[in-house]
């Protein structure tokens, strides 16, 4: 099994999903409770882009594993 740029993208997109349970309870009480402004905007965007890709990533690599055998 070859690694491949998008094995290596699938495995950032899990450690992004899980540097954002870790910091929940910090995103609560700072970026929750904030006033909206382009900062807090931006930030959302960032930050749960990899929660909407993440899927999407680990279903190509795994599908592109599974017909390279």
């Given at each position: 099994m070859a690694h491949s740029p998008v094995r290596a993208a699938a495995f950032l997109q899990i450690a992004k999903i899980y540097d954002c349970l870790l910091t929940l309870d910090m995103e609560v009480e700072y970026i929750w409770k904030a006033n909206w402004g382009v900062g807090k905007i931006l930030f959302l965007l960032e930050r749960y882009m990899a929660l909407i890709s993440a899927p999407v990533m680990?279903?190509?690599?795994?599908?592109?594993?599974?017909?390279?055998?």
């Open positions: 680990v279903y190509y690599s795994l599908a592109s594993d599974l017909s390279n055998e």
